[in-house]
């Protein structure tokens, strides 16, 4: 098979997240640069926010299709509503499937995989986008016999997929960025405002395993310190809880004194312009499946302090602009002051800025084609 012979081949995608989060913005980014190598795209998805992957990929060009699917819980109601979705859905892409005759079906996401009918993912080669390690136990094992191939994002991301289902092909992809777009970022106008010394960026939506408390508990300890500096937490409310959740960091904040270094921001369109002010970006969660806006502040030159573990010490390994910790106020105290020198921050921005260079685009997409060949050769189909 010749893999540059792909003209006029189709894909067809399936989000099924009803918000525009980092795998839809990778997916964005994968449409888009499948489409310059001569794939045919057709989306379904239920992302229709500003900007989202609905709205990107009619600008494209593609054939979209819009889901009506949520985010599941955990609870009574959200098996209903995934039993509910499941069908309604799989009647969507089995539809889909029927009028765009896909050469395979790109499922961005384990939830998305689970709701590809098995009698499609039989006939038409199925690859499993995975983003996820915080995901139900036995959640794989309704994909396993339709799962012709996984695209993980990281390496801790495929050791699980190891783990729990040896014997289906992995493929390791790391999350492509448009890194052009990325450094011409303008600092955010208000992003310095009443800053005294260093801004300190935490990027991350409003849920708990983003580990903000421990962010904010380690600013009070360098606040205790005596170091000089200013914070912002940058998420987006994507649930109900997140507004409690919200609440309770603000009264965190005002607790540890705080109230004048911290401030929270929930109405971004970007993060990118948070990202360009600040001088060290924090990523503390310890289950990071990849960490993109890790990347994104290499990509602007701005050191990282991560916990170990995940997506994040993938990254950042053996990377001089990147410091990883364990998962305590006081290491990440230290560690963040060690770059609150403006000196050791500009000597770590060319090591920041080379190895965000790993993550462009064109390299993601590249390896997804290849995982297509191996996918379709597989199968036994021939371009």
Same mark, same amino acid.
């Given at each position: 098979?010749?893999?540059?012979?792909?003209?006029g081949?189709?894909?067809?995608?399936?989000?099924?997240?009803?918000?525009?989060?980092?795998a839809?913005?990778?997916? $964005?980014?994968?449409? @888009?640069g499948?489409?310059?190598r001569g794939?045919?795209?057709?989306?379904l998805?239920?992302d229709?926010?500003?900007?989202g992957?609905?709205?990107?990929?009619?600008?494209?060009?593609?054939? /979209?299709?819009e889901?009506?699917?949520?985010?599941?819980?955990l609870?009574?109601? =959200? /098996?209903?509503?995934?039993?509910?979705?499941?069908?309604?859905a799989?009647?969507a %892409?089995?539809? &889909?499937?029927?009028?765009? &005759?896909?050469?395979l079906v790109?499922a961005?996401?384990?939830?998305?995989?689970?709701?590809v009918?098995?009698?499609? !993912?039989?006939?038409?080669?199925?690859? /499993?986008?995975?983003?996820?390690?915080?995901?139900p136990r036995? !959640?794989?094992?309704? %994909?396993?016999?339709?799962?012709?191939?996984?695209?993980?994002?990281?390496?801790?991301?495929?050791?699980?997929?190891?783990a729990?289902?040896?014997?289906?092909? *992995?493929? $390791?992809?790391?999350?492509?960025?448009?890194l052009?777009?990325i450094?011409?970022?303008?600092?955010?106008?208000e =992003?310095r405002?009443g800053?005294?010394?260093p801004?300190?960026?935490?990027?991350a939506?409003?849920?708990?395993?983003?580990?903000?408390?421990?962010?904010?508990?380690a600013l009070?300890?360098?606040?205790r310190n005596?170091?000089?500096?200013? !914070? /912002?937490i940058?998420?987006?409310?994507r649930?109900r809880?997140?507004h409690?959740?919200?609440?309770d960091?603000?009264?965190?904040?005002?607790?540890l004194g705080?109230d004048?270094?911290?401030?929270?921001v929930?109405d971004?369109?970007t993060?990118l312009?948070?990202?360009?002010?600040?001088?060290?970006?924090?990523? !503390?969660?310890v289950d990071?499946?990849?960490?993109?806006?890790?990347? @994104?502040?290499?990509a602007l030159?701005?050191?990282?302090?991560?916990?170990?573990?995940?997506?994040?010490?993938? %990254?950042?390994?053996?990377?001089?602009?990147?410091?990883l910790?364990?998962?305590?106020?006081a290491h990440?105290?230290?560690s $963040?002051?060690?770059?609150?020198?403006? @000196?050791t921050?500009l000597?770590?921005?060319?090591?920041?800025?080379?190895?965000?260079?790993?993550? &462009?685009?064109?390299?993601m *997409?590249d390896? *997804?084609c290849?995982s297509?060949r191996?996918?379709?050769?597989a199968?036994?189909s021939?371009?």
């Amino acid at each position: 098979m010749d893999r540059h012979d792909i003209t006029g081949r189709r894909v067809l995608f399936v989000d099924c997240a009803p918000f525009t989060g980092g795998a839809q913005n990778s997916l $964005i980014t994968l449409v @888009e640069g499948l489409a310059a190598r001569g794939w045919q795209n057709a989306v379904l998805t239920a992302d229709r926010s500003p900007g989202g992957v609905c709205v990107r990929c009619r600008e494209m060009g593609c054939a /979209v299709h819009e889901l009506d699917t949520r985010h599941w819980r955990l609870s009574p109601a =959200g /098996v209903l509503r995934f039993a509910y979705d499941r069908l309604t859905a799989g009647r969507a %892409i089995a539809a &889909a499937a029927r009028l765009h &005759a896909p050469c395979l079906v790109h499922a961005n996401t384990v939830r998305a995989a689970l709701l590809v009918p098995g009698a499609l !993912a039989r006939e038409i080669p199925l690859v /499993v986008h995975d983003r996820d390690l915080r995901l139900p136990r036995g !959640a794989l094992r309704p %994909i396993r016999r339709g799962g012709r191939r996984v695209i993980a994002i990281s390496r801790c991301v495929a050791h699980k997929w190891q783990a729990e289902a040896p014997g289906i092909p *992995v493929d $390791i992809v790391g999350n492509g960025f448009d890194l052009v777009a990325i450094r011409a970022s303008a600092p955010h106008p208000e =992003g310095r405002r009443g800053v005294d010394g260093p801004l300190l960026a935490l990027v991350a939506d409003l849920v708990p395993w983003k580990n903000h408390a421990l962010f904010l508990e380690a600013l009070a300890q360098l606040r205790r310190n005596g170091a000089p500096f200013g !914070a /912002v937490i940058v998420g987006r409310k994507r649930s109900r809880e997140a507004h409690s959740y919200l609440a309770d960091l603000r009264q965190q904040a005002a607790d540890l004194g705080l109230d004048d270094r911290v401030r929270f921001v929930t109405d971004a369109g970007t993060a990118l312009p948070w990202l360009a002010a600040s001088d060290v970006v924090v990523s !503390a969660a310890v289950d990071e499946p990849f960490g993109r806006t890790v990347v @994104e502040a290499l990509a602007l030159g701005k050191p990282v302090v991560a916990i170990h573990g995940g997506g994040p010490e993938e %990254i950042l390994e053996n990377c001089a602009a990147g410091t990883l910790v364990g998962d305590s106020a006081a290491h990440l105290a230290d560690s $963040i002051a060690r770059w609150l020198d403006p @000196e050791t921050r500009l000597a770590a921005m060319a090591a920041a800025r080379e190895r965000s260079d790993q993550y &462009a685009a064109a390299r993601m *997409v590249d390896q *997804v084609c290849e995982s297509y060949r191996k996918t379709l050769e597989a199968a036994g189909s021939v371009l």
